[in-house]
């Protein structure tokens, strides 16, 4: 799985509910809904993506990205 950020188009964040659910229904695991700032987190199997553009509303899919700090105690600091 990879998570994504999903941002819903100006004309559809009144209605960002209905486009979770049509993100859900491609298979999305949706994690969050931020109405306020019209984006929707969650999950989706590696390869998906184009599925999830293709819901109406849908403006953009981004990849989170990952990165790891080093421990305190370690010498890179």
Not at 29 to 47: H, N
């Amino acid at each position: 799985m990879v998570k994504v950020t999903v941002t819903v188009d100006d004309q559809h964040v009144a209605a960002i509910a209905d486009v979770a659910e049509a993100l859900r229904a491609t298979g999305m695991q949706v994690e969050q809904v931020l109405g306020d700032v019209g984006m929707v987190l969650g999950s989706i199997d590696d390869g998906a993506e184009q599925s999830v553009r293709a819901v109406d509303g849908v403006q953009s899919v981004d990849r989170s990205l990952n990165f790891q700090l080093p421990p305190p105690d370690s010498p890179t600091q």
